[in-house]
């Protein structure tokens, strides 16, 4: 049911909201505790630093990345939210097996599962906001569903250790697992796609149309590589923090639990609220703003996120790094409208797995790799010391994704494309 605008009643659209953002809070969940659980499982599969972070970002994002495309391109031509539905149930069912893994190869084999799973997730979740918010609150509903992103992280960070602590790293795995199992089926029934736009059932090669559409578009490169660089250094660091935490400032597993939990809470929930709400409010009376605010907040999460690794007190640590974990994915409401104003309507679903394609191979794909193998690379000189030291490498990254986000915002306003477009 739509009003006369064709936008879906407010009380349906939060609701819808809010599933998709439960959804997503799995998603983060279950690809994620695997960080917070590294010493145990490094420990009981005897894996190299450089094997974890294989496991960790590689296998997770080959066929996350490149499946992505295919499986948008599904969702544009059928019913988004079944796609959805049956991804969640797919990507849980491997989060379990996960548990069940008594090697590195079984539990790359697994990993790859997950990301076969989560492929389908993000691009229509993407898609099915924007058809049920109007572009004025559309960053903010997009940034709402992004706070999937920090609440899956303190959550799976908080749940891991604790369930690690009182059984074992394996009962976490298929605890989480069999939750989202049971999530499928509610999001099935409760979640619906709205009409489609006349002419949208014309399109019937979206990806063939899509893509060069994208390709044309000087902003889209810009952005997606932007959000590679910022995401390279994130999903890294995401990886590679608690660990640190262990190895630099001898903490627990609960410790450590605790002390990523409140950053990712307190610091992630913020950075993206604010980052949808500042979009909304400033993009309104110049598009650019859209780009112009995430190449600010990488400015300044370079130097904190070193500042704040290096600190010799691990609980001065704190302080300085929740500024650069708010800072660091305050781009998701932003950069994600934007995409979705790059192409027309019936294409976001294949224009946002197109962008997540990329971000996610170079970000995920690389990140978690290149610290393990920096870790081993560093180990002679750093000793004990060297995962820092990886991981502190690598935050020039974000200087990087600041400097191609501001080359975007002098072609953004004409590469957008209104709703009517």
């Not at 069940?100 to 790859?112: E, I, V, W």
Request: proline share 5%; charged share 15%.
């Amino acid at each position: 049911m739509t009003d006369q605008q064709g936008a879906a009643p407010p009380a349906r659209a939060n609701i819808v909201l809010a599933l998709l953002l439960l959804a997503y809070i799995f998603n983060f969940l279950d690809r994620t505790i695997l960080n917070i659980l590294a010493g145990s499982i490094i420990a009981d599969l005897k894996l190299t630093d450089t094997e974890f972070g294989l496991i960790t970002g590689l296998a997770f994002a080959i066929l996350y990345s490149v499946l992505g495309v295919p499986l948008a391109l599904i969702a544009d031509r059928t019913r988004r939210s079944w796609v959805i539905a049956g991804s969640l149930a797919v990507w849980s069912g491997f989060t379990a097996l996960c548990g069940t893994a008594a090697s590195f190869g079984q539990l790359f084999l697994y990993r790859l599962g997950v990301g076969v799973g989560e492929a389908g997730g993000v691009a229509p979740s993407y898609a099915l906001i924007a058809d049920y918010f109007p572009p004025q609150r559309r960053a903010r509903a997009l940034a709402i569903f992004s706070l999937g992103i920090p609440l899956g992280l303190a959550g799976g960070t908080l749940i891991g250790a604790y369930l690690a602590s009182w059984i074992n790293w394996r009962a976490a795995f298929l605890t989480m697992g069999i939750a989202g199992v049971l999530l499928a089926p509610v999001m099935l029934l409760v979640v619906r796609d709205l009409p489609r736009p006349a002419g949208a059932q014309e399109i019937r090669e979206p990806l063939a149309r899509t893509f060069p559409i994208l390709a044309r578009k000087p902003t889209f490169w810009l952005m997606a590589f932007a959000a590679s660089c910022s995401s390279l250094a994130g999903y890294g660091l995401a990886a590679w923090v608690p660990s640190v935490l262990e190895r630099s400032f001898g903490f627990s597993l609960i410790e450590r639990g605790h002390f990523l939990a409140s950053v990712f809470l307190v610091g992630g929930t913020t950075g993206v609220f604010m980052g949808g709400w500042l979009a909304d409010r400033l993009g309104q009376a110049d598009k650019r703003w859209y780009a112009r605010l995430p190449a600010i907040a990488w400015l300044i999460t370079a130097p904190m996120f070193a500042i704040g690794l290096m600190t010799p007190d691990p609980w001065l640590a704190w302080p300085l790094l929740l500024v650069p974990n708010a800072l660091n994915i305050l781009w998701l409401g932003p950069v994600t409208t934007a995409v979705q104003h790059l192409v027309a309507r019936p294409m976001r679903s294949t224009a946002s797995a197109s962008f997540l394609l990329i971000n996610n191979l170079i970000g995920l794909g690389v990140g978690p790799t290149l610290i393990g193998a920096l870790s081993e690379l560093f180990k002679d000189r750093y000793g004990s010391e060297a995962l820092r030291y990886a991981a502190v490498s690598v935050v020039g990254f974000y200087l990087v994704a600041a400097l191609l986000m501001l080359l975007a915002v002098r072609r953004l306003r004409q590469d957008w494309v209104d709703d009517q477009g």
